[in-house]
């Protein structure tokens, strides 16, 4: 449609002035690797979908930084991604330690481009009830969450608003775009989770920076597999896996790492520079309707 109305213009002539082809066509902004010379901070990097996009990242040209609570598979994970990638240690319920990542990015590389706040904590396997939830248990989902989270945009905004520029990204869920998905404290941090996105994007919108976020669909990490070892005693690996990977909607496919990487790839490259307060659900159509369990009409009889 854009081409036709490039070549026709509204008078049916061949337009000039209008939107045109260049000789490479409509591509990316980057005409190459998206994040070529960008600089990133990921939290909770050292597994799962941190790690995924780490890689994802420095494939894009980018060079990471890695802050995880974990100081086996952190260091572990720089090295794949050596010499573009380097590990700090970060519990990001600590401000300092968020703080002290974010000076590291900017101490190493000159600057700060992508902020991607990734850590969380699910809360534990099976979920109690409503009327038995632990509080103490909501406070700690809460603060690596939501407080976590919070923390990351402040120090990235510190650095990034008075460069002009910079993309700020958190991991939602689909447990924080319907209820029911997950254990109680887990699903009410992801959904605080698009909240404090419109709200940090409405003011650092001017200041060119934009803040964005991702809701991906079940991933069998070794995150995801490992809680779901609780709620199925004696299940092995293999079959919980089968399981995670049957939970979606859209026919042929299932969500993975590499999906969820590549969605915060785009939001963090300049293809999204018009792209702010966004929620980018990452779920092969789940949340977008309810099954009905209409008994079909030979069940009827």
């Known amino acids: 449609m854009l081409r036709f109305i490039a070549r026709r213009g509204f008078t049916g002539k061949a337009a000039v002035g209008f939107c045109r082809e260049t000789q490479a066509g409509f591509a990316s902004m980057g005409g190459g690797r998206r994040l070529e010379g960008k600089v990133a901070l990921i939290t909770g990097g050292a597994s799962g979908l941190g790690r995924a996009t780490a890689h994802e990242f420095v494939h894009q040209g980018a060079r ?5 609570i974990d100081a086996q598979l952190g ?31 900017v101490a190493e590389y000159g600057k700060l481009d992508v902020m991607h706040n990734n850590a969380a904590f699910p809360g534990t396997l099976p979920p109690p009830g409503i009327a038995d939830l632990d509080l103490d248990e909501f406070d700690r989902v809460m603060r690596v969450n939501v407080r976590g989270v919070v923390a990351g945009i402040k120090h990235a905004a510190r650095v990034m608003a008075p460069a002009g520029s910079g993309s700020i990204l958190c991991t939602g869920s689909v447990s924080g775009v319907m209820g029911g998905l997950g254990p109680h404290p887990y699903t009410v941090s992801k959904f605080a989770i698009p909240g404090i996105v419109k709200s940090a994007a409405a003011e650092l919108c001017r200041s060119g920076v934009r803040v964005n976020c991702i809701s991906p669909f079940a991933v069998a990490t070794p995150l995801v597999v490992g809680q779901l070892a609780m709620f199925y005693p ?10 995670v990977n049957g939970l979606g909607v859209l026919k042929g496919t299932r969500c993975e790492e590499a999906d969820v990487a590549k969605a915060a790839a785009y939001l963090a490259s300049d293809d999204a520079k018009f792209v702010t307060g966004h929620n980018l659900v990452v779920d092969g159509g789940f949340t977008c309707f309810k099954h009905l369990d209409l008994p079909m009409p030979d069940q009827l009889a």
């Open 64 to 68: 990471v930084v890695i802050a995880d």
């Open 234 to 243: 004696g299940v092995g690996r293999e079959r919980i896996v089968e399981i």
């Open 75 to 105: 260091p572990r994970v720089a090295a794949e991604l050596a010499p573009h990638a380097k590990f700090v240690p970060c519990d990001v319920c600590v401000e300092q330690h968020v703080a002290d990542a974010v000076d590291l990015a």
